[in-house]
């Protein structure tokens, strides 16, 4: 194993909140706008049980890739078929601030139960809250770090526009927060928007995983590469299969002596050429489990399951 540690002034969480699934399925409100979600035979509560045994499995993982999980337990009622999700809803902050975001889907907006955010608010002193969730009655959403890509050292956050993620509600968290905004397009090869940034790029310590096939022109390409040149950062372009197979949907985290972890999927591990491998080995060690369920169902990845806590 390597032992490639952060740089001082890198910012990134060695905690992450987990939500342990009690209703895990197919969401049929969601899978408009989401093209990797797909449905599969068996019963609801066989379904169930391979997600908590997948779920189970990436706790253990992590945890015994010396990085701190905190469980929170789902509940039956009102039924939550995407509570595996968290940080879609939630998102915590260097500077003691907790986020709470507009969901698209109606079903999910009862992810955010008071009683979790009170817990994780009191646990690790979070003093502020910022609340987006009135943009819902105007029909407009961020889906957090599914639909913001944050960039913490420089302060500067990255959002590929859908029906999920408003230009609006963006500028106005970037505005409260101090971040600058950088928006553009992104589509999957079916002309379809990504439904969540997270998916096609993950930010590292001096590097940023990007399909940039799904940037629709070359004028984009070229102002997102001057933008991630500008923060410092080298980029490591992933093909839309690779996207396909959530190898975007990867989070950097640190260990408790700072080591470098990048959280994968096994399917996201097994679509990296060897170059972009040794280019990714130079820099981090991999934290990969297997989640074929959770991925398919569900149409999100390792980095959706994970709510960074710093």
Same mark, same amino acid.
């Given at each position: 194993?390597?032992?490639?540690?952060?740089? #001082?002034?890198?910012?990134?969480?060695?905690?992450?909140?987990?939500?342990?699934?009690?209703?895990?399925?197919?969401?049929?409100?969601?899978?408009?706008?989401?093209?990797?979600?797909?449905?599969?035979?068996?019963?609801?509560?066989?379904?169930?049980?391979?997600?908590?045994?997948?779920?189970?499995?990436?706790?253990?993982?992590?945890? !015994?890739?010396?990085?701190?999980?905190?469980?929170?337990?789902? *509940?039956?009622?009102?039924?939550? =078929?995407?509570?595996?999700?968290?940080? %879609?809803?939630? !998102?915590?902050?260097?500077?003691? *601030?907790?986020?709470?975001?507009?969901?698209?889907?109606?079903?999910?907006?009862?992810?955010?139960?008071?009683?979790?955010?009170?817990?994780?608010?009191? +646990?690790?002193?979070? #003093?502020?809250?910022?609340?987006?969730?009135?943009?819902?009655?105007? %029909?407009?959403?961020?889906?957090?770090?599914? !639909?913001?890509?944050?960039?913490?050292?420089? +302060?500067?956050?990255?959002?590929?526009? !859908?029906?999920?993620?408003?230009?609006?509600?963006?500028?106005? $968290?970037? +505005?409260?927060?101090?971040?600058?905004?950088?928006?553009?397009?992104?589509?999957?090869?079916?002309?379809? =928007?990504?439904?969540?940034?997270?998916?096609?790029?993950?930010?590292?310590?001096?590097?940023?995983?990007?399909? $940039?096939?799904?940037?629709?022109?070359?004028?984009?390409?070229?102002?997102?590469?001057?933008?991630?040149?500008?923060?410092?950062?080298?980029?490591?372009?992933?093909?839309?299969?690779?996207?396909?197979?959530?190898?975007?949907?990867?989070?950097?985290?640190?260990?408790?002596?700072?080591?470098? +972890?990048?959280?994968?999927?096994?399917?996201?591990?097994?679509?990296?050429?060897?170059?972009?491998?040794?280019?990714?080995?130079?820099?981090?060690?991999?934290?990969?489990? #297997?989640?074929? $369920?959770? #991925?398919?169902?569900?149409?999100?990845?390792?980095?959706?399951?994970?709510?960074?806590?710093?």
């Amino acid at each position: 194993m390597s032992s490639l540690v952060t740089t #001082e002034k890198s910012v990134f969480a060695n905690t992450v909140a987990m939500v342990r699934p009690a209703a895990f399925g197919f969401n049929e409100e969601t899978a408009a706008s989401n093209s990797f979600q797909q449905e599969i035979n068996g019963s609801q509560d066989q379904i169930l049980e391979r997600a908590i045994e997948e779920f189970d499995n990436a706790v253990h993982v992590l945890r !015994s890739n010396d990085i701190a999980v905190y469980i929170v337990e789902d *509940t039956l009622v009102p039924t939550k =078929p995407d509570a595996i999700f968290p940080n %879609n809803w939630i !998102s915590f902050h260097p500077n003691g *601030t907790l986020i709470l975001y507009p969901m698209e889907a109606l079903n999910r907006r009862c992810e955010r139960r008071l009683e979790v955010v009170l817990e994780l608010q009191q +646990k690790f002193n979070f #003093e502020k809250v910022l609340d987006l969730t009135h943009f819902e009655s105007e %029909n407009l959403f961020l889906e957090g770090t599914g !639909s913001v890509v944050f960039d913490h050292e420089n +302060k500067v956050a990255f959002a590929a526009i !859908s029906s999920r993620t408003s230009e609006a509600v963006f500028r106005e $968290l970037c +505005k409260k927060i101090q971040y600058s905004p950088f928006t553009f397009s992104a589509f999957d090869e079916n002309g379809q =928007p990504i439904y969540h940034t997270n998916v096609i790029m993950c930010m590292g310590d001096d590097f940023v995983v990007v399909c $940039l096939e799904c940037l629709p022109d070359e004028q984009s390409r070229n102002l997102f590469l001057n933008e991630v040149s500008r923060l410092g950062k080298r980029v490591l372009e992933i093909s839309v299969a690779q996207m396909n197979a959530f190898a975007g949907n990867m989070l950097l985290l640190r260990d408790s002596q700072n080591n470098n +972890k990048l959280v994968l999927s096994e399917t996201a591990y097994q679509s990296l050429t060897s170059a972009q491998f040794d280019f990714l080995k130079q820099r981090i060690d991999f934290v990969r489990f #297997e989640i074929p $369920l959770i #991925e398919t169902i569900g149409g999100g990845s390792a980095r959706c399951m994970l709510a960074e806590i710093f």
